[in-house]
T-cell receptor
């Protein structure tokens, strides 16, 4: 099985500041990687997914971007955070049968 | 456009009784379905899955039922235990690597 490492666990950022969340994967090579967001009172919204290095699909037009510089590294970024970017961000890895999730980052934009 | 819906935001059940969590989907291309359990401030953990070629899959206390004609699936937990109290998400995929999750149902098992 895969292990998804995600940090930090919590983050408080001012509006307009940049963001970089990093996720790394152990236990597999060439994984599919995902960024999800859980906003307060809402479900898990798929933000980005990647089936390979530099192959990234964006699901929702927004203030965020993603990059995959290495096979097992997935980065979520923003140049200027908005209040609406607050939420619980989850990185996941997997294939056709299931996804494994990291422990998440609670982002509060103030 | 919410392709996967969990219309009950919360559910309370007595310990030892059956918990039934429901999920509806709109995309007929979905062919594989999963259930995840999530505790606060943690990532979801995989519970059970089902392929569209089956109508039932069982794993211990957890059983998932799939009704393709109704585009509906359900998760049964028998018997329910206090440790089952969590948010449950259903998810669906059509083999395109995209997993679409529902809005979640908060289950509370009362001791």
């Amino acid at each position: 099985s895969q292990t998804i490492h995600q940090w930090p666990a919590t983050l408080v950022q001012p509006v307009g500041s940049p963001l970089s969340l990093e996720c790394t994967v152990e236990g597999t090579s060439n994984p599919n990687l995902y960024w999800y967001r859980q906003a307060a009172g809402r479900g898990l919204q798929l933000l980005f997914y990647s089936i390979g290095i530099d192959q990234i699909s964006s699901e929702v037009p927004q203030n965020l971007s993603a990059s995959r510089p290495q096979d097992r590294q997935f980065i979520l970024s923003s140049k200027k955070l908005l209040l609406s970017d607050s939420g619980f961000y989850l990185c996941a890895g997997g294939g056709l049968e299931k996804l494994f999730f990291g422990s998440g980052t609670q982002l509060s934009v103030l | 456009d919410q392709q996967v819906k969990q219309n009950s935001p919360s559910l309370s059940v007595q310990e030892g009784r059956i918990s039934i969590l429901n999920c509806d989907y709109t995309n007929s291309m979905f062919d594989y379905f999963l259930w995840y359990k999530k505790y606060p401030a943690e990532g979801p953990t995989f519970l059970i899955s089902i392929s569209s070629i089956k109508d039932k899959n069982e794993d211990g206390r957890f059983t998932v039922f799939l009704n393709k004609s109704a585009k509906h699936l359900s998760l049964h937990i028998v018997p329910s235990q206090p440790g089952d109290s969590a948010v449950y998400f259903c998810a669906a995929t059509s083999g395109t690597y995209k997993y679409i999750f529902g809005t979640g149902t908060r289950l509370k098992v009362l001791a």
